[in-house]
């Protein structure tokens, strides 16, 4: 029913018949304002029958983005608003954990900065950010998964009392039940945690047996039984119970602990909504169990089983490159050559910048003898994406995006050093970061959705043949 409340547009005033004439526009032409697209279909649907309580139609995966979704459409309808605000808000959220995670890593000012600035003008973190579906509320939980993992390290390494670092150490299991609830590709990135928790341990214990050895080798130059001997032998003792009862194993025992209690619980009570459509109220009950391993199963089965094409599918070896954008939105407005449109893809500045920044940051690493906090950052870079080499299904370049903030501060690491030059650094990173906005203002159509000329679009394809939008 049109707002305007007439009797018939013979009664109309001139300025009426506009309004009128474009409310029915709107009416029979959708678009992302008043529709739904790509896979909203899926998620802001499933959002809104978790509210409803009805049966489930997407199961492909774990629930727990879905009811952050629901949360939207609880406070403002379901309405393509109600159902994107949320994810918005996921959003807006990963750009604040860039700057502490830039920090947390880098430990400057500089690196916090600008590690956000270019998760800023990016194009993917505000496309994927726009619209319902759960994919920048898993990078938000994953980067904060990251972001407690290296302040947990930071404080180990530091040797700060165990309460400290073990409130750290639930933080960080808490967002990996949460992460994993929201799409299984987070653990990845959790099995990252535990490689980068393995090397920091065996780190340790090598120093350890280095000291110890070094201490044991003094006993050669004393008579034994004499005190010195004595006092040698009981600073070992000290040491081996510093290492083990004081550091190793209840390390081990709390991070175990933790892992088989509070993160499958976690995973476990975000799927009460969906049991509540499933007509089981007893969250805990042996018919609540089947129902989640059921659902288990099924994203498996689904997953490992799917065979399917799609037009922009893409390789993971592509996805640095930018060579085969996602095109999710498309519309020919009434108006001629008009059109909307919106394409999932990185700023090429910043993409060429983040892969120069692995190239140089991976050829560094390899030649440096010594270690670096950055081998653990680059080992957190390769858990998210190597994965993907072995993945045979189809895949798109927004699966991407979870390595992205690793990327991000990779960037900013080997950008730091021209800051430091002084003057004419500063002036070339300031360069970098204007050009970088110029490129979001310019392809910010093709971004959005904004109805702009065709012409305009098709100046924005550089690369016709892989860059369709």
């Not at 919106?342 to 003898?369: C, D, E, H, R």
Request: glycine residues 8%; contains cysteine.
């Amino acid at each position: 029913k049109s707002v305007i409340d007439i009797g018939s547009r013979a009664e109309m005033s001139p300025k009426d018949h506009l309004l009128f004439d474009e409310q029915e526009k709107m009416s029979v032409n959708p678009s992302y304002l008043n529709s739904t697209y790509f896979d909203e279909i899926y998620h802001g649907r499933t959002a809104y029958e978790f509210i409803k309580g009805s049966q489930v139609y997407e199961t492909t995966h774990p629930p727990f983005g879905k009811d952050l979704l629901s949360l939207g459409i609880l406070l403002f309808g379901m309405n393509p608003f109600g159902m994107r605000f949320m994810h918005a808000v996921t959003g807006i959220l990963l750009v604040f954990t860039l700057f502490f995670l830039g920090r947390e890593i880098l430990a400057t000012r500089f690196g916090a900065y600008a590690t956000m600035l270019l998760g800023c003008l990016d194009f993917m973190p505000f496309v994927q950010s726009r619209y319902s579906t759960v994919d920048t509320t898993s990078v938000l939980l994953i980067s904060l998964m990251f972001l407690f993992a290296f302040r947990f390290i930071r404080e180990h390494e530091q040797g700060k009392k165990i309460v400290r670092p073990l409130s750290t150490l639930i933080f960080l299991f808490v967002c990996a039940g949460l992460a994993i609830a929201v799409k299984w590709t987070a653990v990845y990135g959790f099995a990252g945690v535990v490689f980068m928790f393995f090397v920091v341990k065996l780190r340790r214990f090598l120093a350890y047996r280095r000291e110890r050895s070094q201490l044991m080798a003094t006993l050669k130059y004393h008579k034994a039984g004499s005190s010195k001997a004595k006092a040698i032998r009981g600073k070992a003792d000290s040491l081996a119970r510093s290492f083990w009862k004081g550091d190793f194993l209840p390390t081990l025992l709390w991070a175990l602990v933790i892992f088989l209690t509070i993160t499958p619980l976690v995973y476990y009570l975000t799927y009460i909504p969906y049991l509540k459509c499933q007509g089981i109220d007893e969250v805990f009950s042996g018919s609540a169990f089947e129902a989640v391993l059921a659902n288990q199963k099924g994203m498996y089965d689904y997953h490992s089983k799917l065979v399917a094409t799609h037009p922009f599918a893409s390789s993971w070896w592509s996805w640095p490159f930018n060579f085969k954008p996602l095109w999710i939105y498309s519309n020919s407005y009434s108006w001629p050559g008009m059109k909307g449109t919106i394409v999932s893809m990185g700023n090429p500045l910043i993409w060429l910048m983040g892969l120069l920044a692995v190239v140089v940051l991976g050829y560094q690493l390899l030649t440096f003898k010594g270690f670096s906090l950055m081998h653990l950052v680059f080992a957190g870079y390769l858990s998210l994406y190597l994965p993907w080499v072995l993945v045979s299904r189809i895949t798109y370049i927004y699966h991407y995006y979870p390595p992205l903030p690793f990327v991000l501060v990779m960037s900013a690491f080997i950008l730091e050093p021209l800051w430091k030059l002084g003057i004419k650094g500063k002036r070339l990173i300031y360069g970098f970061l204007i050009a970088s906005l110029v490129l979001l203002i310019v392809f910010y159509p093709a971004l959005s959705g904004l109805e702009v000329p065709q012409g305009y679009i098709n100046i924005l394809r550089w690369f016709p043949r892989d860059w369709s939008f």
